[in-house]
Structure formats: C-alpha cells, structure tokens
C-alpha cells in the first residue's frame, strides 16, 4: 500500500496539562521514534502549548480537537486556524460526531472549517458516520456519502489531498461495541469511491482513511489488514500511553 498508516489520538475533554504533559511524555518514550507510521495527539485547548513543548523533535504530531471558519472577531469561546498553527498543530479534528450530536454541527459549518483549516496549512481529519438508527434503516452509505461530499464541497483535488477522512460510526463510538473489520472495510471502499468521484481515482488512492469507534489493540490487527484502513482516530484507548502505543505498534 502506498499509503501511510496514521494512528491518531482524541483525547477528547480529558486531562488537565499536567495529566497531559504526563501522557504526552509517555507516548514520546514509548513511539516518539517511530518513523514509518503518521502518529498525532489531539489534546484540549488548553494543553497544546504544554503537550507540544514534550513532543517537539519526536515523530509525534500535534493536532486540536475544533477550531472556527473565521479568521478573528467576535466569536466568543472560539479558536482561529492561525491560533492552533501558531502553537506548532499539525491536524485538526473535523466534524466529529460527538460535535454533530452536541453542538448542532452540520455538513455546511464543517465544510467552512475544512476549507479555513487547508487554507492554514493545517490538515483537517474530517469525521463521518452513521447512527445506529440509520445504519437499521440502510441507511449508511448514503449518510457517510452525504457527510464527505459535505464536508469536502468546493475543494479542489490538490486540496484534498491535505485531508485526512475518519469513518467513527456513532454507535461504536464510547460504547466497546467496534464494527466488525468487513463492516468498516465495506464503508471505507464506499468512501474512498465518493473521493474518486469527486477528486480522481490517483487522489482517492492517496487520502488515508482511518477507522474510529472503539479501536482498541484487541481489534487494530485485524481492522488495520483491511485494505482501505489506513489507521484509526483513537478515542479511549489513547488515554493510555500504553495502549496507544500498541496502536501505534500494530500499524508499524
Ligand atoms: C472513539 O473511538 O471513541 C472516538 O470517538 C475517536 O474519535
């Protein structure tokens, strides 16, 4: 495969900066020299500046968990594309469910943070997934499509490829319950199709493509043989410099 596995951790609202300059420091000493696999730490705001000065120099990058389409203003709460670059981050998670489901986030407010994101150098992983209400109804394909295509709108193919895309299927998610490795392979296929429509087959061939939802060391072996699994946005298991660096292991 000519793509790079790319395991990434969400740390989601978890940890102080100091409970995260301590994780932080563990997965430097247990991956930091790992340089055959994408590797990024997604703590809070407020442990960024902490986490980067433990990381800088090691293979390990620093990604934000949202940020805002603006560039500056009255935005009270909110965070600029130049404000994570100015703290050395390197991705920026998109779109996750947990932002969909609480904060009313749609397809249009995440496109304007995907393209505000690339337009700062800075590489969005864009979330997509379906309910399990929706994956009753047959309905996945359909709302993972309409999610990338969402979220991708207007890019042009140079741009895409700054993208990173992670299928999380919502009921996965903080549940223990994991798609089976031929349910997400099945989803992945369908995602990368979406990006050969719109952006070319060589394009789709090059976004990585990461699972999410209850990835754990239990499961990474078998998920990350799937042909189109290029990695794994990693929810609780990242909470943990060990487990994450079984992650990590299992892609190198
Ligand atoms: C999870 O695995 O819980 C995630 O939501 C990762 O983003």
């Not at 969402?150 to 193919?157: I, N, P, R, S």
């Amino acid at each position: 495969m000519s793509r790079r596995y790319f395991i990434a951790g969400n740390w989601k609202m978890n940890k102080t900066s100091s409970e995260a300059a301590a994780l932080a420091q563990g997965v430097v000493e247990a991956v930091g020299n790992v340089s055959n696999v994408d590797i990024a730490i997604c703590p809070t705001f407020t442990s960024l500046e902490t986490v980067e000065k433990i990381i800088e120099g090691s293979n390990v990058k620093l990604g934000a968990q949202n940020m805002h389409f603006e560039k500056s203003g009255a935005f009270t709460g909110e965070i600029s594309a130049a404000m994570l670059r100015e703290l050395h981050c390197a991705y920026v998670i998109l779109g996750h469910s947990e932002r969909r489901q609480y904060f009313k986030e749609c397809d249009c407010l995440i496109n304007k943070k995907v393209k505000a994101a690339v337009a700062s150098s800075l590489k969005p992983i864009l979330c997509v997934g379906e309910t399990l209400e929706e994956r009753e109804a047959n309905k996945t394909i359909e709302v993972v499509s309409t999610q990338t295509k969402g979220g991708l709108d207007g890019l042009t193919a140079e741009e895409a490829l700054k993208v990173v895309i992670a299928y999380e299927p919502v009921w996965a998610i903080g549940t223990g319950k994991t798609a089976t490795p031929a349910m997400a392979q099945e989803v992945h296929a369908e995602i990368r199709k979406v990006l050969a429509g719109m952006f070319g087959e060589n394009v789709a061939e090059k976004i990585q493509i990461l699972y999410g939802g209850s990835m754990k060391p239990e499961n990474a072996d078998e998920l990350l043989a799937q042909k189109d699994i290029d990695g794994g946005l990693i929810g609780g298991a990242a909470l943990k410099a060990d487990s994450f660096a079984a992650l990590v292991n299992s892609a190198v």
